[in-house]
């Protein structure tokens, strides 16, 4: 006799077994709450898009090279169009531009080989870390080679956004990594010492660090010596950042079960091999929405440089709204910044979230 299983009514059916009916169903309006929240939402887009499209794109206007040649009265994004490369690059030499391109080239290749299986991880990742800075500040910079001397005080635009996000992203990684690690040692200078900076650090904003980095600092050192400004800036936003995820990481730690600790112990590992081997990539992966987080804020924050007198790529478009020929335009501007800010920090997001899910070794529950 065949025995028929039926499945329990108070189930819900597999999500991707019935498609996106049963998405919505399930996300959208599984509640009386949740169908309130989505007719909302569907009413307050009901409001707001139809005039963002009709003055983004269909009265919108893009020909020209002036701004008497904005007449549709939607957005003039001939300013936009016009002013695009200094928005780009800053006060860069347009002749020079192609330094920059190459190094992001440079970048985006270096980077492919990264995910290459066939290439050694470690000797890629010294290459990044390690030979590539030096090869970009030598495009940037020049002097040498043949290459005309550009002024940091000329970096900006989207360039020098990218130059202080990536630097402080890359830099700021290990050291929160060290100052997790020496606040949880057993070592009372070594702990004071990290305890001591982090907490100072996170006890300032921003913008007071910049501050003392442009302006402080250089009063303080001897007659004849100085640092380039944007050196100094880039110490600044490197130390806090990595106040702030040395705590990240450090909430990490603390997840990851004593018995961890104690197996690494058992197997006779030395403390860095236990840390590098057993205990970090676990906490690590525990704490990728709190690192992704802080990378994203870092991001964001690089637009403080403005108030020390360097214009990023918000500066710039800041700088740009105040000319007599382009006034009116500053909607544009800042729309524009948004959408590029919001590309950046969404695609952090995403890809934060594939490596959460490729990473994922747990059961979720339904």
Request: with cysteine.
């Amino acid at each position: 006799m065949a025995i028929i299983f039926k499945p329990s009514p108070s189930l819900p059916p597999p999500v991707n077994s019935v498609g996106a009916v049963a998405w919505i169903k399930q996300n959208l309006l599984s509640s009386p709450l949740n169908v309130f929240l989505t007719l909302f939402s569907a009413y307050i887009l009901y409001l707001l898009l139809p005039p963002m499209i009709q003055w983004g794109i269909i009265d919108a206007t893009i020909s020209g090279d002036t701004k008497s040649a904005c007449t549709g009265g939607g957005a003039c994004w001939t300013f936009i169009k016009v002013r695009f490369d200094q928005f780009m690059y800053g006060l860069y030499p347009p002749e020079e531009y192609w330094r920059v391109n190459l190094a992001l080239v440079l970048l985006i290749i270096n980077t492919g080989l990264f995910f290459v299986k066939s290439l050694n991880k470690m000797i890629v990742s010294l290459s990044i870390v390690l030979v590539y800075p030096i090869v970009a500040f030598t495009l940037f910079s020049g002097g040498i080679f043949g290459l005309e001397h550009v002024e940091t005080s000329l970096w900006g635009g989207l360039f020098l956004t990218m130059l202080l996000g990536i630097i402080g992203i890359v830099a700021s990684f290990p050291l929160g990594v060290l100052l997790a690690l020496g606040r949880r040692s057993d070592m009372p200078i070594a702990k004071s010492v990290c305890v001591v900076f982090i907490e100072t650090i996170r006890a300032v904003p921003l913008i007071t660090i910049m501050f003392m980095a442009s302006v402080m600092i250089p009063l303080f050192l001897p007659e004849g010596l100085n640092f380039n400004k944007l050196l100094r800036i880039l110490i600044g936003i490197t130390l806090f950042s990595a106040a702030y995820m040395a705590e990240v990481i450090r909430g990490g730690l603390q997840a990851i079960p004593k018995g961890q600790y104690e197996a690494a112990d058992a197997m006779g590992l030395t403390y860095w091999q236990s840390m590098i081997l057993v205990i970090l990539p676990q906490a690590l992966k525990l704490v990728i929405p709190g690192i992704v987080n802080t990378f994203i804020g870092l991001f964001k924050d690089t637009t403080l440089v403005y108030i020390v007198g360097m214009f990023d790529f918000l500066g710039i478009i800041q700088l740009a709204n105040h000319d007599a020929n382009w006034l009116g335009t500053t909607v544009e501007g800042y729309a524009f910044a948004g959408f590029v800010y919001w590309a950046f920090c969404f695609g952090m997001s995403r890809y934060s979230m594939a490596i959460e899910r490729k990473l994922e070794t747990g059961h979720k529950r339904n």
